[in-house]
């Protein structure tokens, strides 16, 4: 099974920059490169920060470009969004009891959970609270130890990232006792604006540089909080023996200085 993860758009209305750059541009981008390359995939995972001020109109925007898309997108909601205004707009978008934007899928044997870690102003961190973490025990007990790939916006741990981990997931403790005694094998997340990739408790997980600017991973080593660094899309395949996670910087992706014709071949 295929699937593609993207994450942390920050769109704005159409014509506006956002820190000297175009996310709406980026965006387009990066969906017509799956199209043209991943039109196999089983589906879009988008999580969170779709937008930067979670504006109606930047919704619209992406409800716009997304139904030019084959494939299907599940989003997820980032401290930069607004549930309100989100729902607003994706009103057909499955949400749990308590009308938080969860959802669960189930397929290739395996049970994949979409969270909504959105605190809410004025805090950027993520919060689980406990009507969620009620939805996520009973999604939990369904699996009946099917392996489960979990998605949010908020890593639940601490990325070694000293700007970020002061954001992170508020209650970290609390939500990771609710993975004991199941067969967690991936968490997909953003908020990072980074590539970052490890095993937490056991559980492998894996982010990806934000769609339109990124966060230096050593402050100072540029002058502003923010950096122009190339942006990302990672391709997912869940095999039978493990999960493999590619990320496509698509936008910086050019021949290399040699003739057409060389290395054909020869490899193998």
């Not at 189930?106 to 004025?122: C, R, S």
């Not at 998605?151 to 997931?169: G, K, N, Q, T, V």
């Not at 590619?246 to 054909?264: G, I, L, S, T, Y």
Request: hydrophobic content about 45%; some cysteine.
């Amino acid at each position: 099974m295929k699937f593609i993860h993207v994450t942390d758009l920050h769109l704005v209305p159409e014509g506006e920059l956002l820190w000297g750059l175009s996310p709406v541009e980026t965006l387009d981008a990066c969906l017509a490169d799956i199209a043209r390359h991943h039109a196999d995939a089983a589906f879009v995972a988008v999580t969170g920060d779709l937008a930067e001020r979670g504006e109606v109109a930047a919704y619209q925007l992406l409800k716009d470009r997304l139904a030019g898309l084959a494939l299907p997108a599940v989003l997820l909601l980032g401290n930069h969004d607004d549930r309100a205004n989100f729902r607003s707009v994706f009103s057909d978008t499955p949400l749990d009891r308590g009308g938080f934007v969860q959802q669960a899928r189930a397929a290739h044997g395996g049970v994949f959970l979409f969270l909504d870690t959105l605190k809410g102003p004025p805090s950027s961190a993520g919060l689980y609270t406990g009507e969620r973490r009620e939805w996520l025990t009973e999604q939990l007990s369904k699996a009946g130890g099917r392996p489960v790939y979990l998605f949010m916006h908020h890593p639940p741990f601490s990325i070694a990232h000293e700007l970020m981990d002061r954001i992170m997931l508020d209650d970290p403790e609390e939500f990771a006792a609710l993975l004991q005694g199941h067969d967690v094998r991936h968490i997909f997340f953003g908020h990072g604006h980074r590539a970052v990739s490890g095993v937490w408790r056991g559980i492998g997980f894996s982010a990806l540089p934000s769609l339109n600017h990124q966060l230096p991973l050593v402050g100072g080593s540029v002058d502003t909080v923010y950096s122009h660094e190339p942006p990302a899309y990672a391709v997912v395949h869940v095999t039978g023996e493990g999960i493999i996670v590619h990320n496509d910087a698509f936008k910086d992706r050019q021949p290399a200085a040699m003739p057409v014709e060389a290395e054909r071949g020869t490899w193998y």
